[in-house]
């Protein structure tokens, strides 16, 4: 990532940020002259600023109140510049750890539950996980209103109605010092789909943040409004995050692949991923986490219909993705978790995965069946047979399934957890009777 601190005036603004339960980037902005002590010390926090709603307002039922204080402590490898309008500076945007006073990690700071995740999956066992998110999205008018429609799905003249905002995102995400791969556009109308290279989980995840901080300023540069909002009509076509990931061992060699054994899958891999698997309704809560999210995520709509492992099947909670051959194929193999979206928070969306893939670890669970075809054309005792289990319909139920999981809540904490879901019911609450198209309404506003 980038990391040429050095390169803003001392006129120019730092922002120093993190990303909240709701996957929303807030922080503090001061002098680039002052960075060299934010980096040592960081700059004031309040530990209820966690319990902030996707709409702005504060779950009041949150553990923490009006007490207590924090520190954000800059970390110079997760930063990008964000263009000021018109010929104004730049501000540069750096994710930050939420400390304790005494520059302790404070239990409840999402982006060091994934740390501490990742280093129990390294510890234990060995492994590195890899990471990319695919990002969708929907440009927008700067209103909120629908663009008219640039070409049909997928087709040249869509990517080109838009240009020279795709040529300008590629270089930008170039210029981050993040590994661009694709761009394209969507089924949807103006739909985009942006992704990057595979890193370290963590630096994926701030990533993943931090391009849509990169897409949503550039569209405001062409007078636009960039939502990835997982819905931003009830009759749309739904805005996914889907997260590739694969292990590695300490040598760096990857450890997903054998193609002796069922979908090539490895017995370590197999055990990773029945460990998603095993905690699939939990899971939801933290990467499907909004009331919208059970709009997009139902059977038939290429989103995430059961949770099953299936081979190259994009129904399918967690996807084997295909591979072209050659002597990289060990690299190139990968799965994809497809229920995820952009109102949850990638840190949580990571660290759910390598935390119900380490106790798949950890227990030595046996590879789940590997689905090849349509589980929704067989019978119920075929599906059972296959390990084929439905997903949580609604927020309400995923919700439900993480407070009973022992062993996630166990890794969130008390605070935590008692603040994710006093967000979560604010959001059920103010939602609860509206209509769908409503809600796609707020959403897109949010996102």
Request: hydrophobic fraction near 45%.
């Amino acid at each position: 990532m980038n990391t040429d601190t050095a390169a803003a005036s001392n006129d120019d603004l730092v922002l120093v940020a993190t990303a909240d339960l709701v996957g929303h980037v807030r922080g503090r902005a001061f002098g680039a002259s002052q960075l060299a002590d934010r980096l040592a010390h960081g700059i004031g926090w309040v530990p209820a600023d966690l319990a902030l709603t996707a709409f702005g307002d504060l779950a009041a039922s949150n553990p923490f109140g009006a007490l207590g204080d924090l520190r954000l402590r800059p970390d110079p490898a997760a930063s990008v510049h964000l263009r000021g309008a018109g010929n104004g500076p730049s501000v540069q945007l750096i994710l930050a750890d939420m400390l304790n006073l005494d520059l302790t990690p404070w239990s409840s700071c999402p982006r060091d539950l994934l740390r501490r995740a990742l280093a129990a999956l390294k510890n234990e066992f060995g492994l590195t996980m890899i990471a990319t998110f695919e990002h969708e999205f929907t440009l927008l008018n700067a209103d909120g209103s629908a663009r008219p429609i640039g070409g049909a799905p997928f087709s040249a003249a869509a990517l080109l109605s838009v240009e020279p905002f795709g040529s300008r995102l590629y270089a930008a995400i170039k210029g981050a010092g993040f590994e661009p791969d694709t761009w394209l556009a969507e089924f949807g109308p103006n739909q985009f789909e942006i992704t990057l290279g595979p890193c370290d989980a963590l630096a994926a995840a701030d990533r993943a943040l931090l391009l849509r901080e990169l897409v949503r300023n550039l569209a405001k540069q062409f007078e636009w409004r960039a939502s990835f909002s997982p819905l931003v009509s009830a009759r749309g076509i739904g805005n996914g995050v889907h997260v590739h990931f694969s292990l590695r061992d300490e040598d760096g060699t990857p450890v997903l692949y054998d193609p002796s054994q069922s979908g090539a899958i490895s017995a370590v891999g197999g055990s990773f991923a029945a460990g998603v698997l095993a905690h699939a309704s939990a899971v939801c809560a933290l990467t499907a986490p909004s009331v919208i999210s059970y709009l997009r995520m139902r059977p038939h709509t290429w989103s995430a219909g059961n949770a099953f492992l299936g081979l190259r099947n994009r129904e399918a909670l967690l996807r084997i993705c295909p591979t072209v051959g050659g002597d990289d194929v060990g690299r190139q193999f990968n799965l994809e978790f497809r229920a995820a979206d952009a109102t949850a928070n990638p840190w949580l969306v990571t660290a759910a995965l390598a935390i119900t893939g380490l106790d798949g670890l950890r227990r030595n669970l046996a590879a789940p069946p590997v689905v090849d075809g349509d589980p929704d054309r067989w019978t119920q005792e075929e599906r059972q047979v296959a390990g084929v289990a439905p997903l949580p319909s609604s927020l309400d139920e995923s919700l439900a399934a993480l407070t009973n999981d022992e062993m996630i809540c166990g890794w969130l904490g008390n605070d935590l957890l008692a603040t994710f879901l006093a967000v979560k019911e604010h959001e059920l609450a103010g939602l609860r009777d509206a209509s769908a198209e409503t809600i796609c309404e707020q959403y897109a506003g949010a996102y």
